[in-house]
């Protein structure tokens, strides 16, 4: 069995965060672990607040996991604060992973923010050459390139730009387009698009951090990146296609869809 590390803030509510993560790595039949950077007091509707996690104990978490257990993939998603960023990266500096998706988490579903502002550049310096793939919405790219991303030429310079910044393979998704939701995958070589139908819910609490954490295990599994992403997009579709109406706002994707008595 494959041992996937995620560490990102927790989601009270289950449909985010760690709590998300771990649901898509069993759903992928691999072994979770988890590393909480954060505290995230939030339910479908709102976040209540944030406590952040004091640097010594983020490395001292990703000690106890390095130390003892082997690690096949590494999915990194809210980093709140550039003192956060800077444990995590010394650590994955030291241990050296394979196969880090990083999904650089910067608002919540319902609209706030979950990363300082005066973050983002400490994200460019320090996390994004470690990704292996790097996992940014329509806004997210906005805000690392500081530039309007309206057109497909557009999420194609950006994802050459955010590239050089070091990433591997950079992924825009398409959920904040219009029409069907295209993702753009650049290699440094050559674009992959990914499209599926378009899926008229409210029910998408936690999709991003279900997409990247689907990416890492199917890496895991030995798929190349392409195919990874692919298969992630598929698995997220279905689990949108069976989301459960589960509290008074956004509710959460359906993590088991497959699984007699889950379905919607």
Request: glycine fraction near 10%.
């Amino acid at each position: 069995m494959k041992n996937l590390l995620t560490i990102a803030g927790s989601d009270c509510s289950g449909g985010a965060g760690l709590q998300a993560d771990l649901k898509t790595f069993a759903a992928h039949g691999v072994y979770g672990m988890s590393v909480v950077v954060s505290v995230v007091a939030e339910n479908t509707s709102r976040v209540l607040s944030v406590c952040d996690m004091a640097p010594s104990v983020i490395r001292d978490q990703m000690d106890a996991v390095f130390e003892d257990i082997r690690v096949d993939g590494v999915k990194v998603g809210m980093l709140s604060g550039s003192e956060q960023m800077r444990a995590v990266a010394e650590k994955l500096r030291q241990y050296r992973p394979r196969g880090i998706v990083l999904d650089p988490v910067m608002v919540a579903k319902g609209g706030s923010a979950l990363m300082h502002p005066d973050a983002l550049q400490t994200m460019k310096e320090e996390m994004l050459p470690l990704a292996e793939v790097l996992t940014p919405n329509l806004p997210e790219a906005e805000a690392l390139t500081g530039k309007k991303i309206e057109t497909l030429e557009d999420r194609r310079r950006a994802s050459v730009e955010i590239h050089r910044m070091g990433v591997k393979n950079v992924l825009i998704k398409g959920g904040h387009l219009s029409g069907e939701a295209e993702d753009l995958l650049y290699d440094g070589t050559e674009y992959y698009t990914f499209t599926h139908k378009r899926i008229e819910t409210k029910n998408t609490h936690g999709t991003g951090c279900t997409l990247s954490s689907a990416i890492a295990a199917d890496l895991a599994l030995g798929m190349e990146v392409p195919e990874a992403v692919r298969a992630a997009k598929e698995y997220v579709t279905r689990a949108i296609e069976h989301a459960l109406p589960i509290g008074k706002g956004h509710g959460p994707t359906n993590h088991f869809y497959f699984m007699k008595g889950v379905q919607q």
